[in-house]
């Protein structure tokens, strides 16, 4: 897919129209991830969208996309050369699964430390 097919605009206005709270962070987590995914043009934008998950994410009390949502911010430092602080995301994300009792997840993302 060409990423000028993404009509970012429409994307943004569903986050400002959703109306349940307990799905505000997984959109904008999806958010986050497709700019991340759209290249290096869209880095600082999608940074800003993963944090606004993790954000709301806490707040709203949703812990599993919570754990997701730092993996996807893991991921982003990954991409950007900072291993330190994917490490640290990682770790947070593995906490939070285990918490959740997500043991699929938290032996995906173990592995995704040791890789690292």
Not at 1 to 27: A, C, F, R
Not at 91 to 104: L, P, Q, R, S, T
Request: net charge negative; proline share 1%.
């Amino acid at each position: 897919m060409n990423p000028n097919d993404i009509d970012l605009e429409s994307l943004y206005t569903y986050s400002i129209n959703n109306k349940l709270k307990v799905i505000q962070g997984w959109i904008s987590s999806y958010i986050g991830a497709i700019l991340m995914n759209m290249g290096d043009g869209h880095q600082s934008e999608a940074q800003t969208w993963i944090q606004k998950a993790i954000n709301e994410d806490q707040t709203n009390g949703t812990r599993f996309i919570l754990g997701r949502d730092y993996a996807l911010y893991a991921e982003w430092f990954k991409r950007n050369g900072d291993h330190v602080n994917a490490l640290k995301n990682l770790e947070k994300a593995v906490e939070i699964m285990k918490e959740c009792g997500a043991d699929g997840w938290v032996t995906k993302y173990e592995t995704a430390i040791a890789a690292l």
